[in-house]
C-alpha cells in the first residue's frame, strides 16, 4: 500500500501523528486550566530543549532515554514486554561503580571493564527473569518486574553499607578515580555515553532489516503461532532477546555512573524514570529502530523543555510526564491485540484464567511511522 | 518467635489496599480484560482522598471521592480496551505513568507542594474495633465477590463474558456492559485501596506512594487464580511477608533486605504453584 495515498495524508492519518496532536490538545486544557497562555508554554518547552541553553540537556537526557527505549523495543519487537529495567539498569550502575572504583587496571582499561561488567551484570539480572519465564511459567511482564525491586534494594543495601562513601552522609559510593570516567564533548555533559547507545541503535537498525534474527523477532511479534510453526524457538529466544535488553539497560546504568557525578547514588539512576520514559518511547515508536530514536528524543525534549516551561510559566514540569502519558493512552486505544490464549509456546491449549497472565503485544508496524 | 498472633494483625493490617485492589483485578480477569492499571487507579485514589479530606474535613467524603474519582480514571481502560479493543497492557502501563504525572502536577498546583504533603490538619481514618472501616469492607467484598461469582447469576454472566464472549453475546448478555461494569467495579475497589493506603495507613500524600503495591494487586490476582477467596490468601501472604520484614528489621536486618521480601515471597509463590499447577494439569513444555 505504500505510496498508494500521499504522504502527507498517511502522516495526517498515523496513529503516531493523532496522538502526540490529542495530548499537545489535552496540554493545551491543562495550561489553561492554571492560567498559563499555552503558546508561551509550548514555546518554552520548544526553545527550552532545542535552544543552545538546552540542546546539550537534552542529547544527556536522551542518552538514556534512548538507551532504556531500546532495551525495551529489542524484545518489544517480539513482542515480550520487560517491564523490568530499573532493575536491569540499577544492577548495571552498581557493577560499574564497583568495577571502576576496585579494578586494578589503567583507568582507560577500568572504564572498559566497568561498561562490559554493567553489560552483563544486565544482561544475567534480565535472562533471570525469561528463566522464570520459560522453566517455571512466570509470565515475564510479571516476572521482571517482580525482580526490580529486590535489585534496587540490593543496590541501596551496597552503597549503604559495604560500597559507602566512608564520611559521607549520602547513600552513595566513593566517586571514581581519575580517568576513569567516559570522555565528554567539550565542556557539555554529553559524553561518549551518546556514541555507545547511538551505535547500539544503528546495530538494532542493521539486525531488524539486514538479518535473519531481526527478521524471526519481528515474525514472532506480529504472529507468534506462525513463528513457531515455522521453527522459531520460542525458549531460546526470549532467553537471548531478554539477555541483549538487560545489557542495554546495564550499559545505561553505567553511562550514569560513568557521567557526573561519577558515583552511584542510591535512587538516582532510576529517580529520573528513564525506564518508563524508554518504554513509552517504544512502544510509540512501535518498536521499530529508527522510531525509537525519535520517539526517544522526542520525549527527552518534551522533559528537558518541561522544566524551562516550568521556569518561565510556573508551570509545574510534571505536564511533561502527563503528556508524555497521554500520547500513549490514545495510542493503545488504537493498538491492535494479539492475546495468545493458554502457554506460551503451546498455542492450542486454551486457558481462561491464564489468558490475561500471558498476554503479548503486536506492534502495528506497518502503520507506526 | 516470629509468627505470632501480633504478626498475623500486623499483616491483615497492611494487606487491606492489596486486596481491595487486586479484587478489582480479579474481576476485570474474569470479565476477559486484562488490567494491569491497577497502581494508577490507586495513586488517583490516594490524592483524591487526602485532597477532599483536606478541603471538606472529612475523611469519609475523602473516601467517597477516592472511589468516585478512581472509577472515572477506570473509564479510560474501559473505553480504550473495550469500546476501542485498545491494547489493556499498553494502556495500563499508560495509565499508571498517567497517574504518577497527573497526581504530581496536582499536588504542585492544588497544595503548591513538591513530593509530600504532611499537615497536622488533614483529617485521617479513624479505626473500628481495631481495623481500618475499610479493611472490614474489603473482608466483606471478598465474600461477597466469592457469592456473586459462584451463585448469582450476574457473576456467572460476568464469567460468561470473560471465557466466551461470543456465546454470551448470542445468549443476549451484552459483552461490553458487563466488561464495563467489571473495569469501574475495579476502578472504585482501587479508589478505596487508594483511600487506605493515604487515609488509613499513614495520613499524608507522597509523589508515588502506592510504590508496587498495584503490581502486588495484580500478582495476587493471577496468585488467586481471580477467585476471591485465593486472592485474599494471596494478599495475605504479601501482608505477612510485609510484616515479617518489619519484625526482622527488629532484630537487626537491614531495611533494603526487608523491602525486598515482599516481592521475593510474591515470585516465590508463583513459582511454586504455576509449577503445581501444571503438574497436576499434565501440561508440558
Known amino acids: ?25 489535552v496540554g493545551a486544557l491543562f495550561l489553561v486550566g492554571t492560567g498559563a497562555d499555552p503558546v508561551t508554554a509550548y514555546g518554552a518547552v520548544f526553545t527550552g530543549s532545542l535552544g543552545s541553553d538546552g540542546i546539550g540537556s537534552t542529547l544527556t537526557t536522551g542518552t538514556s532515554v534512548l538507551g532504556m527505549a531500546l532495551a525495551l523495543a529489542i524484545p518489544l519487537r517480539a513482542g515480550l514486554v ?7 539498569l540499577v544492577v548495571g550502575g552498581i557493577s560499574a561503580a564497583a568495577v571502576g572504583l576496585y579494578a586494578p587496571l589503567p583507568p582507560a582499561l577500568t572504564t ?5 561488567a554493567a553489560m552483563a551484570a544486565g544482561a544475567l539480572y534480565a535472562a533471570l527473569a525469561a528463566v522464570c519465564d520459560i522453566r517455571f511459567g512466570v509470565p515475564l511482564l510479571v516476572s521482571s518486574l517482580l525482580l526490580s525491586y529486590p535489585a534496587s534494594s540490593l543496590a541501596s543495601y551496597l552503597v549503604r553499607y559495604p560500597l559507602k562513601e566512608p564520611g559521607s552522609s549520602l547513600p552513595q559510593t566513593r566517586r571514581l578515580p581519575e580517568g576513569v570516567e567516559l570522555p ?8 561518549a555515553g551518546l556514541v555507545l547507545v547511538a551505535l547500539a541503535a544503528v546495530a538494532y537498525h542493521v539486525v531488524d532489516t539486514r538479518t535473519a534474527v531481526g527478521y524471526e523477532m519481528r515474525m514472532t511479534g506480529l504472529n507468534p503461532r506462525f513463528s513457531a510453526a515455522a521453527g522459531v524457538a520460542r525458549g531460546p529466544q526470549t532467553l537471548r532477546l531478554m539477555a541483549v535488553s538487560g545489557a542495554m539497560a546495564g550499559l545505561v546504568g ?7 557525578p561519577f558515583r552511584f547514588l542510591d535512587g538516582a539512576l532510576t529517580a529520573p524514570g528513564y525506564t518508563w520514559t524508554g518504554l513509552t518511547a517504544a512502544l510509540l515508536a512501535g518498536a521499530a529502530p529508527l522510531g525509537t530514536v525519535l520517539a526517544s528524543f522526542f520525549f527527552a525534549a518534551l522533559q528537558v523543555g518541561g522544566l524551562a516551561m516550568e521556569r518561565t510559566t510556573e508551570v509545574p514540569r510534571e505536564l511533561a510526564q502527563v503528556l508524555q502519558a497521554v500520547v500513549i493512552v490514545f495510542l493503545a486505544a488504537r493498538l491492535r491485540i494479539t492475546w495468545r490464549p493458554g502457554r506460551r509456546r503451546d498455542a492450542s491449549a486454551p486457558s481462561g484464567a491464564d489468558r490475561g497472565a500471558t498476554g503479548r503485544i503486536t506492534t502495528e508496524k506497518a502503520e507506526a511511522l | 518467635m516470629l509468627l505470632d498472633s501480633d504478626l498475623v494483625l500486623s499483616a491483615l493490617r497492611a494487606l487491606t489496599p492489596i486486596l481491595l485492589a487486586a479484587l478489582g483485578g480479579a474481576l476485570c480477569e474474569r470479565a476477559g480484560v486484562f488490567n494491569i492499571g491497577l497502581e494508577g487507579m490507586m495513586l488517583m485514589g490516594c490524592f483524591t482522598a487526602v485532597a477532599t479530606s483536606w478541603f471538606t474535613g472529612s475523611p469519609w467524603l475523602g473516601v467517597l471521592a477516592a472511589a468516585l474519582a478512581a472509577g472515572a480514571y477506570a473509564l479510560v481502560l474501559a473505553v480504550g480496551a473495550v469500546t476501542m479493543k485498545g491494547d489493556a497492557v499498553v494502556l495500563g502501563v ?7 504525572g497527573l497526581t504530581g502536577f496536582l499536588l504542585r498546583t492544588v497544595f503548591g507542594v513538591q513530593g509530600t504533603f504532611d499537615d497536622p490538619g488533614l483529617a485521617g481514618l479513624s479505626e473500628v474495633a481495631g481495623f481500618s472501616p475499610l479493611a472490614w469492607l474489603s473482608w466483606a467484598a471478598v465474600a461477597l465477590t466469592a457469592v456473586l461469582l459462584s451463585r448469582h447469576a450476574w457473576g456467572l454472566r460476568l464469567r460468561g463474558v470473560g471465557e466466551a464472549p461470543e456465546s454470551a453475546a448470542t445468549l443476549g448478555v451484552s459483552p461490553t456492559k458487563y466488561k464495563y461494569g467489571a473495569v469501574l467495579a475495579s476502578g472504585v475497589l482501587c479508589g478505596l485501596a487508594g483511600a487506605q493506603l493515604s487515609l488509613g495507613n499513614v495520613t499524608l500524600f507522597s509523589e508515588n506512594m502506592t510504590a508496587g503495591r498495584g503490581w502486588i494487586a495484580v500478582v495476587a490476582v493471577m496468585l488467586g487464580r481471580a477467585l476471591p477467596w485465593g486472592v485474599l490468601l494471596a494478599a495475605l501472604l504479601f501482608g505477612l511477608a510485609e510484616a515479617a520484614g518489619f519484625r526482622l528489621q527488629g532484630i537487626g536486618l537491614p531495611q533494603q533486605a526487608t523491602d525486598a521480601a515482599p516481592y521475593l515471597a510474591t515470585l516465590i509463590a508463583l513459582f511454586l504453584t504455576t509449577a503445581k499447577r501444571r503438574r497436576t494439569t499434565g501440561a508440558t513444555t
Open chain 1, 254 to 260: 553505567a553511562v550514569g555512573v560513568l557521567s557526573f
Open chain 2, 94 to 100: 499508560a495509565m499508571n505513568l498517567l497517574a504518577v
Open chain 1, 112 to 116: 572498559l571493564l566497568a561498561l562490559l
Open chain 1, 184 to 191: 565528554a564533548f567539550g565542556a557539555s555533559t554529553v559524553t
Open chain 1, 82 to 88: 520487560n517491564l523490568g529495567g530499573d532493575g536491569q
Open chain 1, 1 to 25: 500500500m505504500a505510496n498508494t495515498r500521499p504522504l502527507v495524508g498517511r502522516v495526517l492519518r498515523s496513529p503516531v501523528f493523532f496522538s502526540v496532536a490529542a495530548a499537545v490538545a
